[in-house]
């Protein structure tokens, strides 16, 4: 056979969604892509993957918290990626406007697919939906690839820490961005979409 096969191949499927319950398929798609985020160097936190019981803990655990919102993304209907929107908790009424973009990663075989950019926007329509007029996010300043995203998404730098994480090459400084959504962007998405 000659010539390029990949453009007649069928474009994958994508497909975010806010879930507020795991069967245990999505579970353990969950974990596997997790892990191999964790192995690629983007784990939110983890350098190297825990057990796979934490792993497991670690997801339902975040369903149960009241005040997180869990998004997973799919690719071709398998769990890819995730992303978190953290609320402020009650007794915070001053920052009570302002919640958390947090923990979002695709799977490196997900990747390039639109997935983190469905996991963003719809996670931040949620938040519009929730009434929240700041949206706030912070990343390690190795991550380009979330840098670029976020940037194109409207997010704007507003600080840095030099000590943010620690990781085997030493310490590695934390960008600080925030996103006013009451300003409405060139590209609204909505809950539950496909691409
Ligand atoms: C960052 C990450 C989530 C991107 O996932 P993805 O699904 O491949 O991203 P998308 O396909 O939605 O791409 C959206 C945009 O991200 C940026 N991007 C994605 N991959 C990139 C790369 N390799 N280099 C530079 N920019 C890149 C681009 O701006 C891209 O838009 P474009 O395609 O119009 O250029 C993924 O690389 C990842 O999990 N990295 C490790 C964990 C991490 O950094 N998480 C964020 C911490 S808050």
Not at 66 to 74: A, K, N, Y
Not at 132 to 152: C, G, H, K, P, S
Request: glycine share 10%; proline share 6%; hydrophobic share 35%.
């Amino acid at each position: 056979m000659t010539g390029d096969q990949s453009q007649f191949a069928p474009k994958p499927a994508t497909l975010v969604e806010h879930i507020t319950a795991l069967s245990v398929g999505d579970l353990n798609d969950l974990c596997d892509a997790a892990e191999a985020a964790i192995i690629d160097g983007g784990g939110f936190g983890w350098l190297t993957p825990p057990p796979r019981e934490t792993l497991e803990a670690y997801w339902r655990g975040t369903l149960l918290i009241p005040d997180r919102d869990l998004f997973v993304g799919r690719l071709d209907g398998v769990i890819a990626g995730s992303s978190q929107l953290h609320r402020p908790p009650r007794n915070n009424e001053a920052q009570s406007f302002a919640c958390n973009f947090t923990t979002s990663f695709v799977a490196p075989w997900a990747r390039g697919h639109g997935l983190a950019r469905d996991l963003t926007q719809i996670a931040e329509n949620h938040a519009r939906k929730l009434g929240f007029e700041v949206m706030n996010l912070d990343v390690r300043e190795t991550q380009r690839a979330a840098i670029r995203l976020y940037e194109a998404l409207g997010f704007q730098k507003f600080g840095e820490h030099p000590y943010y994480a620690r990781t085997r090459d030493g310490y590695v400084r934390g960008l600080y961005y925030f996103k006013n959504l009451s300003v409405t962007g060139p590209t609204g998405t909505t809950e539950g979409g496909t691409s």
